[in-house]
C-alpha cells in the first residue's frame, strides 16, 4: 500500500518542481481583484485557459510518478497563484524555501515577475520530491512542462529569485500570521 501524499512539504533540502504551464494571465486573479481600479469597475488582463489534453498527460504522469512513491507532496497552484501555493507549502512544514522563477518563461512569449507569482494559469501543481527521487521524478515527467525551481529549506525565509536578482524575499511566520488573519483567525 502506498502512502498517501500531502500538500506539505516534508523536509529541507526536497527539491521543488512545478508543473504545468505558467502564462501571464492575471485576470480574475486574486491579485487583480486586490488591486481593481473600482471606479473602472472591473478585473483586468488576459484570464486562465486551460489545455484538457496536455493537462490530463500531465496528471497521468504525476499519479504515476505518485503511485511510484517519487513524490514527497503535492499541492494545487490555484487562487493566489505560484506565490500562495508555496507559502501554504511552507505552513504545515514549518520550512523556508528558496526558489528561481526564470526557468518559467519558457512557457510564455512575456511572463513578468507578477504574472510567474500570483498568475492563476489553470492545472498547475507543485511538488515536492527527495534530492534521490529528483532525476527519476524528471525523467518521468519528460515530455511534459516540469521545471525545477528550488529547494525547501531550514528557517523562516522564502525567497524568489529570477535569475540573480532577488524579486521576493518574506518571513515564514509573517506570512502565516497574516494568513491566518485572513480566515478570521481560525487555523
Avoid at 512539504?9 to 487583480?32: C, M, N, V, W
Amino acid at each position: 500500500m502506498r502512502k498517501a501524499v500531502s500538500s506539505d512539504f516534508k523536509r529541507p533540502g526536497d527539491h521543488i518542481y512545478l508543473l504545468g504551464e505558467t502564462h501571464q494571465e492575471l485576470g480574475a486573479s486574486e491579485l487583480a481583484f486586490m488591486f481593481r481600479d473600482e471606479g473602472a469597475g472591473g478585473i483586468g488582463g488576459e484570464i486562465p485557459r486551460i489545455n484538457p489534453e496536455r493537462n490530463l498527460a500531465m496528471y497521468r504522469a504525476l499519479t504515476s510518478t505518485m503511485s511510484e512513491g517519487l513524490v514527497a507532496s503535492a499541492h494545487d497552484c490555484s487562487d493566489g497563484g505560484l506565490a500562495v501555493a508555496l507559502s501554504e507549502c511552507c505552513f504545515g512544514s514549518g520550512s523556508g524555501a528558496s526558489v528561481d522563477i526564470s526557468s518559467l518563461e519558457r512557457d510564455c512569449n512575456h511572463l513578468d515577475e507578477w504574472g510567474a507569482l500570483f498568475g492563476e494559469s489553470l492545472g498547475r501543481i507543485l511538488v515536492s520530491v527527495t534530492p534521490q527521487d529528483s532525476d527519476a521524478f524528471a525523467a518521468a515527467m519528460k515530455g511534459n512542462s516540469c521545471s525545477r525551481l528550488g529547494t525547501v529549506e531550514e528557517g523562516d525565509k522564502i525567497t524568489v529569485s529570477y535569475g540573480d536578482t532577488e524579486v521576493l524575499q518574506a518571513s515564514l511566520s509573517e506570512l502565516k500570521k497574516a494568513w491566518q488573519n485572513s480566515l478570521g483567525g481560525d487555523s
